[in-house]
T-cell receptor, first 115, second 115 residues
Framework: NAGVTQTPKFQVLKTGQSMTLQCAQD?????MYWYRQDPGMGLRLIYY???????DKGEVPNGYNVSRLNKREFSLRLESAAPSQTSVYFC??????????????FGEGSWLTVV | GENVEQHPSTLSVQEGDSAVIKCTYS??????FPWYKQELGKGPQLIID?????GEKKDQRIAVTLNKTAKHFSLHITETQPEDSAVYFC??????????????FGKGTHLIIQP
Protein backbone atom coordinates (compact mmCIF):
# COMPACT_ATOMS: atom_id res chain seq x y z
CA ASN A 1 0.00 0.00 0.00
CA ALA A 2 1.88 3.06 -1.26
CA GLY A 3 -0.48 5.72 0.23
CA VAL A 4 0.42 9.14 -1.19
CA THR A 5 3.27 9.29 -3.68
CA GLN A 6 4.93 12.54 -4.74
CA THR A 7 7.49 13.17 -7.46
CA PRO A 8 10.09 14.50 -7.76
CA LYS A 9 11.69 14.26 -4.32
CA PHE A 10 14.24 17.00 -5.06
CA GLN A 11 14.38 19.65 -7.77
CA VAL A 12 16.48 22.72 -8.49
CA LEU A 13 14.99 25.29 -10.84
CA LYS A 14 16.21 28.52 -12.32
CA THR A 15 14.07 31.61 -11.88
CA GLY A 16 11.45 31.71 -14.60
CA GLN A 17 11.45 28.01 -15.34
CA SER A 18 8.29 25.97 -15.04
CA MET A 19 7.69 22.58 -13.51
CA THR A 20 4.95 20.28 -12.30
CA LEU A 21 4.88 18.36 -9.05
CA GLN A 22 3.00 15.11 -9.39
CA CYS A 23 0.93 13.45 -6.69
CA ALA A 24 -1.03 10.22 -6.66
CA GLN A 25 -2.95 8.37 -3.95
CA ASP A 26 -4.16 4.80 -3.97
CA UNK A 27 -6.63 5.02 -1.07
CA UNK A 28 -9.67 6.06 -3.13
CA UNK A 29 -9.91 9.36 -1.23
CA UNK A 30 -12.06 12.16 -2.57
CA UNK A 31 -10.12 15.14 -1.21
CA MET A 32 -6.56 16.06 -2.04
CA TYR A 33 -4.38 18.98 -0.92
CA TRP A 34 -1.14 20.74 -1.68
CA TYR A 35 0.75 22.40 1.18
CA ARG A 36 4.04 24.22 1.37
CA GLN A 37 6.21 24.19 4.46
CA ASP A 38 8.66 26.95 5.29
CA PRO A 39 10.74 27.46 8.44
CA GLY A 40 8.70 29.16 11.15
CA MET A 41 5.56 29.21 8.99
CA GLY A 42 4.22 25.73 9.53
CA LEU A 43 2.12 24.13 6.80
CA ARG A 44 0.22 26.49 4.52
CA LEU A 45 -2.49 25.35 2.13
CA ILE A 46 -1.85 26.24 -1.51
CA TYR A 47 -4.76 24.58 -3.29
CA TYR A 48 -7.15 21.75 -2.60
CA UNK A 49 -9.61 19.58 -4.43
CA UNK A 50 -12.65 18.40 -2.48
CA UNK A 51 -13.62 15.98 -5.21
CA UNK A 52 -12.70 14.97 -8.73
CA UNK A 53 -13.29 17.87 -11.09
CA UNK A 54 -13.16 20.63 -8.48
CA UNK A 55 -10.30 22.75 -7.20
CA ASP A 56 -10.18 25.69 -4.81
CA LYS A 57 -7.61 28.18 -3.63
CA GLY A 58 -6.12 27.89 -0.22
CA GLU A 59 -4.16 30.39 1.83
CA VAL A 60 -1.22 30.96 -0.57
CA PRO A 61 -2.29 30.19 -4.17
CA ASN A 62 -0.42 32.96 -6.03
CA GLY A 63 2.11 31.64 -8.53
CA TYR A 64 0.61 28.15 -8.65
CA ASN A 65 -1.92 26.21 -10.66
CA VAL A 66 -3.38 22.78 -10.03
CA SER A 67 -5.06 20.01 -11.96
CA ARG A 68 -7.17 17.22 -10.55
CA LEU A 69 -6.53 14.83 -13.39
CA ASN A 70 -8.71 12.06 -11.96
CA LYS A 71 -9.60 10.76 -8.53
CA ARG A 72 -6.07 9.47 -7.92
CA GLU A 73 -3.94 12.34 -9.21
CA PHE A 74 -3.55 15.99 -8.21
CA SER A 75 -0.70 17.97 -9.73
CA LEU A 76 0.79 21.33 -8.78
CA ARG A 77 2.37 23.55 -11.44
CA LEU A 78 4.73 26.46 -11.10
CA GLU A 79 4.48 28.40 -14.36
CA SER A 80 7.36 30.80 -13.73
CA ALA A 81 9.34 29.82 -10.68
CA ALA A 82 10.52 32.50 -8.26
CA PRO A 83 13.04 32.25 -5.39
CA SER A 84 10.14 32.84 -2.97
CA GLN A 85 8.78 29.46 -4.04
CA THR A 86 11.78 27.68 -2.60
CA SER A 87 10.09 25.38 -0.09
CA VAL A 88 9.11 21.85 0.81
CA TYR A 89 5.86 20.83 -0.82
CA PHE A 90 3.53 18.19 0.58
CA CYS A 91 0.64 16.53 -1.13
CA UNK A 92 -2.06 15.01 1.07
CA UNK A 93 -5.32 13.13 0.74
CA UNK A 94 -8.35 12.72 2.99
CA UNK A 95 -11.35 10.38 3.02
CA UNK A 96 -14.75 11.88 2.26
CA UNK A 97 -16.06 14.89 0.36
CA UNK A 98 -16.15 16.95 3.52
CA UNK A 99 -13.27 17.02 5.89
CA UNK A 100 -15.19 15.76 8.88
CA UNK A 101 -12.59 14.51 11.21
CA UNK A 102 -10.84 12.21 8.84
CA UNK A 103 -7.14 11.54 8.97
CA UNK A 104 -4.88 13.38 6.55
CA UNK A 105 -2.35 11.21 4.78
CA PHE A 106 0.75 13.07 3.63
CA GLY A 107 3.28 12.26 0.97
CA GLU A 108 6.98 12.27 1.77
CA GLY A 109 7.52 15.80 0.46
CA SER A 110 9.21 17.47 -2.51
CA TRP A 111 12.18 19.74 -1.84
CA LEU A 112 12.22 22.56 -4.37
CA THR A 113 14.97 25.15 -4.69
CA VAL A 114 14.65 28.10 -7.08
CA VAL A 115 17.92 29.89 -7.84
CA GLY B 1 -10.87 30.37 8.40
CA GLU B 2 -9.38 29.42 11.71
CA ASN B 3 -6.74 31.21 13.77
CA VAL B 4 -4.49 28.60 15.35
CA GLU B 5 -1.71 29.25 17.81
CA GLN B 6 0.63 26.63 19.17
CA HIS B 7 2.95 26.97 22.15
CA PRO B 8 5.77 26.63 22.76
CA SER B 9 7.59 26.80 19.43
CA THR B 10 10.50 24.83 20.88
CA LEU B 11 10.46 22.51 23.87
CA SER B 12 13.49 20.76 25.31
CA VAL B 13 12.99 18.11 27.98
CA GLN B 14 15.13 15.49 29.65
CA GLU B 15 14.59 11.92 28.56
CA GLY B 16 11.99 10.36 30.82
CA ASP B 17 10.28 13.65 31.68
CA SER B 18 6.88 14.76 30.39
CA ALA B 19 6.16 17.23 27.60
CA VAL B 20 3.04 19.31 27.04
CA ILE B 21 2.19 21.29 23.91
CA LYS B 22 -0.83 23.58 23.78
CA CYS B 23 -2.96 24.64 20.82
CA THR B 24 -5.54 27.42 20.86
CA TYR B 25 -8.09 27.96 18.10
CA SER B 26 -10.69 30.54 17.23
CA UNK B 27 -13.58 28.75 15.53
CA UNK B 28 -16.08 27.58 18.14
CA UNK B 29 -17.65 25.32 15.51
CA UNK B 30 -14.52 23.17 15.32
CA UNK B 31 -15.25 19.63 16.40
CA UNK B 32 -12.20 17.59 15.50
CA PHE B 33 -8.77 18.09 17.04
CA PRO B 34 -5.82 16.06 15.76
CA TRP B 35 -2.11 16.14 16.49
CA TYR B 36 0.47 15.28 13.83
CA LYS B 37 4.10 14.30 14.27
CA GLN B 38 6.69 15.14 11.64
CA GLU B 39 10.04 13.41 11.73
CA LEU B 40 13.01 14.87 9.89
CA GLY B 41 12.70 14.50 6.14
CA LYS B 42 9.19 13.05 6.24
CA GLY B 43 5.59 14.15 5.95
CA PRO B 44 3.44 14.65 9.06
CA GLN B 45 1.59 11.64 10.44
CA LEU B 46 -1.45 11.55 12.71
CA ILE B 47 -0.57 10.38 16.21
CA ILE B 48 -3.73 11.09 18.16
CA ASP B 49 -7.02 12.92 17.75
CA UNK B 50 -10.07 13.84 19.78
CA UNK B 51 -13.62 14.84 19.00
CA UNK B 52 -15.61 17.54 20.72
CA UNK B 53 -17.79 15.17 22.70
CA UNK B 54 -14.77 13.81 24.56
CA GLY B 55 -12.56 15.63 27.08
CA GLU B 56 -9.52 13.36 27.07
CA LYS B 57 -8.08 10.51 25.07
CA LYS B 58 -5.03 8.38 25.81
CA ASP B 59 -2.91 6.07 23.72
CA GLN B 60 -0.04 4.56 25.69
CA ARG B 61 2.38 7.43 26.45
CA ILE B 62 0.49 10.12 24.58
CA ALA B 63 -2.76 11.85 25.47
CA VAL B 64 -4.82 14.75 24.20
CA THR B 65 -7.05 16.92 26.38
CA LEU B 66 -9.70 19.30 25.12
CA ASN B 67 -11.24 22.39 26.69
CA LYS B 68 -13.95 23.56 24.28
CA THR B 69 -15.04 26.42 26.49
CA ALA B 70 -11.58 27.93 26.47
CA LYS B 71 -10.95 26.77 22.88
CA HIS B 72 -7.72 24.96 23.44
CA PHE B 73 -6.43 21.42 23.37
CA SER B 74 -3.12 19.95 24.47
CA LEU B 75 -0.80 17.10 23.62
CA HIS B 76 0.78 15.29 26.56
CA ILE B 77 3.73 12.93 26.19
CA THR B 78 4.90 11.05 29.27
CA GLU B 79 8.16 9.17 29.83
CA THR B 80 9.69 10.83 26.80
CA GLN B 81 12.13 8.86 24.67
CA PRO B 82 14.66 9.91 22.00
CA GLU B 83 12.30 8.83 19.22
CA ASP B 84 9.80 11.44 20.42
CA SER B 85 12.11 14.14 19.07
CA ALA B 86 10.19 15.66 16.15
CA VAL B 87 8.01 18.58 15.15
CA TYR B 88 4.41 18.37 16.35
CA PHE B 89 1.48 20.15 14.70
CA CYS B 90 -2.06 20.72 15.84
CA UNK B 91 -4.71 21.08 13.15
CA UNK B 92 -8.22 21.87 14.43
CA UNK B 93 -10.88 21.34 11.82
CA UNK B 94 -12.84 24.22 10.44
CA UNK B 95 -15.64 24.25 7.93
CA UNK B 96 -16.54 27.44 6.08
CA UNK B 97 -20.10 26.39 5.27
CA UNK B 98 -19.71 27.45 1.66
CA UNK B 99 -18.51 24.15 0.26
CA UNK B 100 -14.87 24.90 0.91
CA UNK B 101 -13.07 23.04 3.64
CA UNK B 102 -9.60 22.27 4.80
CA UNK B 103 -7.36 22.34 7.80
CA UNK B 104 -5.33 25.10 9.36
CA PHE B 105 -2.14 23.91 10.99
CA GLY B 106 -0.38 25.46 13.91
CA LYS B 107 3.18 26.62 13.22
CA GLY B 108 4.58 23.56 14.94
CA THR B 109 6.51 22.73 18.11
CA HIS B 110 10.01 21.37 17.86
CA LEU B 111 10.34 18.85 20.67
CA ILE B 112 13.89 17.98 21.65
CA ILE B 113 14.55 15.08 24.00
CA GLN B 114 17.84 15.53 25.82
CA PRO B 115 19.64 12.28 26.76
Amino acid sequence: NAGVTQTPKFQVLKTGQSMTLQCAQDMNHNSMYWYRQDPGMGLRLIYYSASEGTTDKGEVPNGYNVSRLNKREFSLRLESAAPSQTSVYFCASVRGDRLSGNTIYFGEGSWLTVV
Amino acid sequence: GENVEQHPSTLSVQEGDSAVIKCTYSDSASNYFPWYKQELGKGPQLIIDIRSNVGEKKDQRIAVTLNKTAKHFSLHITETQPEDSAVYFCAPEWYSGGGADGLTFGKGTHLIIQP
